[in-house]
């Protein structure tokens, strides 16, 4: 004897007609169809007016609603199921090329990188369901209301298919400025080395970024000098009315046994808060649709919040955004009315294009309008630096820049959230605008930026400094400066005061670090040329360089001038600025540190991690590992 579930399983099957294999066929045709038409990027996921209000499943019941038998509705509904279990929260999905081939997912590729997530519960996206119970739902609503046995889910089927991953791809839009690797040089034939100052740090939070999040950074992602300059080093302060002091120090190579680094270190004169002049601070806040993810805009608000605790009751603050349009949205207020300035800020909100023209002309502008004698005026930009109306060429916004940099207003950059990260951008905005770049991933980065370091970010020293080091060829044969590609000047610039570089704010630091050949060492890597000029050097036959620094005092034309010599007698010990130096080159390409190593890095920067009160160089030695290990991949 059966029981009931034997008695209605034969009935069922007595029910079920021979498959039709014409209707087959073009119920497939006409799901597949259905998927295709869903198909496409999150914004070709929208609701449009071929696609109403009830969206994917009532699109899919439609389908079914026409498949009047049977036979139609049980091929039609499996090849929902299956579908809709392919379906990503975006509207993603890879279907078969044949109607009965197997899915099969493809093989990650390498471009655009991939984020493998897990589905989430049905309430997390409108889109996203249970493939079986959608299933049974369609057949319940086709069937008078009763679900078929066959089709109802069970609690492990479901959690299978919940569990499947789901493949995101990574945005790779991202722009980054760099060039290749600087080369070594031969001295007796390119003795003068010349560039410009660069105190940002921008490259080294995105590095970060990247290796907290599973990745290698992008090679045109890592500037070495900006991972070395974003850390403290312990370099004598100027005296006197001096606006720096420099520092010179000769160690060898841990990567090359052979050769020298050569380390020039500036330190920066650091005013008394009392001495600073008022400060008129403009936001440009970018409010594009771009910047409504929670790294950007929302984390942008909380930055400003710290910033502004340490502002003082006469300076003034300006809040101008820009979207498809840009306004100003808070006239100069007083930095004592921290609610007024505070509510500006919350009101902020996302969306629309990006006119970043517009919003640095009104900008500009309202800086203008604030300026005093003897203020000092400064634009922070903050952005995830995608310009998509108005000027948007890194060359074309340099030039623009270029022109309103005369005003005396400075423009600092701050960038934010990954994904469309424009930084050729951010860095043109900044090296021409007389201020620094910085990104900002976390909140403690903030708080380094703006609050620990705020008078290096907001108040001027120095403009326009360059380094200019002649190299004595009686004592170097070879060298080579490590970072500072982008930053790079022609040897004439060095006494062209028309010529824009970087600038030094209260207390900052900067350092140069250039590996040498000593003349005669095995390790000189070209040869001797058969008609090559005699070295003649007079009385400096114990220098092994010659170092001039040129700047401008703020709001001066005409630059000073500061010279020392190099004695190859100094001496000093490989510290955690080499042990960077080291990190940043592997993380490119490792072409000069031979077989030197993550592990090697990670020992050195262990044993000269030295005094940490942040814990900014014991993040460094994790970064170190995060690396070694990524790269083992």
Do not use: C
Not at 29 to 47: E, P, T, V, W, Y
């Amino acid at each position: 004897m059966s029981d009931d579930l034997d008695d209605l399983k034969s009935l069922m099957n007595a029910a079920t007609p021979r498959p039709d294999t014409t209707r087959k066929s073009e119920n497939i045709a006409l799901a597949q169809k259905n998927f295709a038409d869903l198909q496409g990027s999150r914004d070709g996921a929208r609701l449009t007016s071929d696609r109403p209000e009830t969206g994917l499943i009532s699109g899919v019941k439609n389908m079914l609603s026409t498949l009047t038998s049977r036979a139609g509705l049980t091929a039609s509904t499996a090849i929902v199921a299956v579908g809709l279990v392919m379906l990503s929260p975006l509207g993603e999905s890879l279907l078969p090329t044949k109607p009965d081939a197997a899915f099969v997912p493809s093989a990650p590729q390498e471009e655009p990188a991939v984020v493998m997530e897990k589905a989430t519960a049905p309430t997390s996206s409108p889109l996203v369901e249970s493939a079986p119970m959608i299933a049974a739902d369609m057949a319940t609503e086709s069937m008078g209301g009763a679900p078929a046995p066959a089709m109802m889910a069970s609690p492990a089927n479901s959690r299978m298919i919940m569990d499947l991953p789901v493949v995101r791809p990574e945005s790779s839009t991202e722009n980054f400025a760099n060039s290749d690797a600087n080369p070594v040089q031969v001295t007796t034939q390119n003795p003068v080395s010349t560039f410009s100052i660069d105190v940002d740090t921008a490259s080294y939070s995105v590095i970060r970024n990247s290796l907290t999040n599973g990745q290698l950074p992008p090679k045109d992602a890592v500037r070495v000098e900006e991972m070395i300059n974003y850390f403290p080093y312990d370099y004598a302060a100027p005296t006197g009315n001096d606006a720096f002091q420099p520092t010179v120090t000769l160690t060898p190579t841990p990567w090359n046994a052979d050769t020298q680094l050569l380390q020039i270190g500036i330190q920066g004169a650091l005013p008394d808060l009392a001495d600073r002049p008022p400060l008129n601070l403009v936001f440009l806040i970018d409010t594009s649709g771009s910047m409504e993810q929670p790294n950007k805009l929302p984390l942008l608000k909380q930055s400003f919040r710290l910033m502004l605790g340490q502002l003082r009751p006469e300076d003034q603050i300006a809040i101008v955004t820009y979207a498809g349009s840009a306004g100003e949205v808070l006239a100069p207020t007083a930095a004592s009315e921290r609610s007024k300035i505070l509510n500006a800020l919350d009101n902020l909100g996302a969306g629309g294009s990006t006119a970043g023209q517009a919003g640095l002309q009104q900008a500009y502008a309202t800086a203008a309008a604030m300026s005093e004698e003897g203020d000092v005026n400064r634009i922070i930009l903050a952005t995830d630096g995608d310009f998509n109306v108005g000027l948007n060429d890194p060359e074309a916004l340099k030039d623009y820049i270029a022109d309103k940099r005369d005003s005396g207003t400075y423009l600092s950059v701050l960038g934010f959230g990954r994904g469309n990260l424009d930084d050729a951008t951010m860095q043109a905005l900044a090296q021409n605008g007389n201020g620094q770049a910085a990104y900002i991933d976390t909140l403690s980065e903030a708080q380094k930026v703006l609050v620990d370091q705020l008078g290096g970010a907001l108040f001027p020293i120095a403009d326009d400094v360059k380094i200019q080091v002649e190299f004595n060829p009686a004592t170097v044969s070879e060298y080579r400066l490590i970072g500072y590609e982008t930053r790079a000047l022609k040897r004439e610039d060095f006494n062209n005061d028309k010529v824009d570089a970087g600038d030094i704010g209260a207390g900052h630091q900067v350092t140069a670090i250039y590996e040498v050949t000593p003349k005669g060492s095995a390790a000189e890597r070209n040869d001797p040329l058969r008609y090559d000029t005699p070295v003649v050097t007079e009385n400096a036959s114990d220098e092994l360089a010659f170092l001039r620094l040129r700047y401008k005092a703020p709001g001066s034309d005409t630059s000073a001038l500061v010279e020392t010599p190099v004695q190859a007698s100094v001496t000093g010990e490989a510290g955690f600025a080499t042990a960077i130096a080291g990190f940043g080159q592997l993380l490119r390409d490792g072409t000069y540190t031979g077989s030197w190593t993550y592990a090697d890095a990670i020992k050195l920067a262990s044993e000269t991690k030295g005094d940490d009160p942040f814990g900014y160089r014991a993040e460094a030695v994790q970064l170190m590992r995060l690396a070694e290990s990524l790269s083992a991949q």
